[in-house]
């Protein structure tokens, strides 16, 4: 069975500095792996994608996610936090070997001071 | 490319009571999901169609639950008899047709409160 693990309900960063979002994941062919945001009050919105290749994946807004086979991770990284990162950033998983199922994190709430 | 919308954004209905609601897609997307979240939740999986056929549904879906997608454009989610348990926020989301790694464009969802 499919599943995600985001472990922190919420990040707290300084803006400027460097942040990272957790996401462990569980399937049973190889993995499609996504990062989404959710900002207040608006849909979510797609940021970033690991299908295959490179284990670093760049989306948008400058976050980028790296994905680790042996540790079964694809963690949200981005150098310098701006305060409008602040949002929810959800992490989700679809089997490339079949099905269309997509399993969600159950979210971590990123939250960047000035 | 007007994105995904979704109607009703709200709905408050008497448990009991039947319920539907709508999703457009994106024009050229012929893939099509709908989810439920909770508060404090990632979306749920329900369902998933691809053109007007619907491939996999989920498990936790109750009888009650009911999706169809009749000519493979606008989508429609039924709950009968509707249970306090049943208020969440419903989320349509559709994808591209051809590569399989495709991400997903959410709608705004419909609020579902059952009194």
């Known amino acids: 069975a499919q599943s995600v693990a985001q472990p922190e309900d919420q990040v707290n960063v300084a803006e400027g500095n460097p942040l990272t979002v957790k996401c462990t994941y569980s399937v049973s062919g190889n993995p499609y792996l996504f990062w989404y945001v959710q900002y207040p009050n608006r849909g979510l919105q797609f940021l970033l994608k690991y299908i295959t290749g490179d284990n670093l994946v760049k989306g948008s807004y400058g976050f980028e996610a790296e994905f680790n086979k042996s540790q079964t991770s694809f963690h949200l990284k981005k150098p310098s936090a701006l305060v409008s990162d602040s949002a929810l950033y959800f992490c989700?998983?679809?089997?490339?070997?079949?099905?269309?199922?997509?399993?969600f994190g159950a979210g971590t709430r990123l939250f960047v001071k000035a | 490319d007007t994105g995904v919308s979704q109607d009703p954004r709200h709905k408050i209905t008497k448990r009991g009571q039947n319920v539907t609601f709508r999703c457009d897609p994106i024009s050229e997307h012929n893939r099509l999901y709908w989810y439920r979240q909770t508060l404090g939740q990632g979306p749920e999986f329900l369902t998933y169609f691809q053109n007007e056929a619907q491939l996999e549904k989920s498990r936790l879906l109750s009888d009650r639950f009911s999706a169809e997608r009749p000519k493979g454009s606008f989508s429609t989610l039924e709950i009968q008899r509707t249970e306090q348990g049943d208020s969440a926020m419903y989320l349509c989301?559709?994808?591209?047709?051809?590569?399989?790694?495709?991400?997903?464009?959410f709608g705004p969802g419909t609020r579902l409160t059952v009194t």
């Open positions: 989301a559709s994808g591209p047709r051809g590569e399989p790694g495709y991400e997903q464009y």
């Open positions: 989700a998983v679809r089997d490339a070997t079949g099905g269309f199922k997509t399993i």
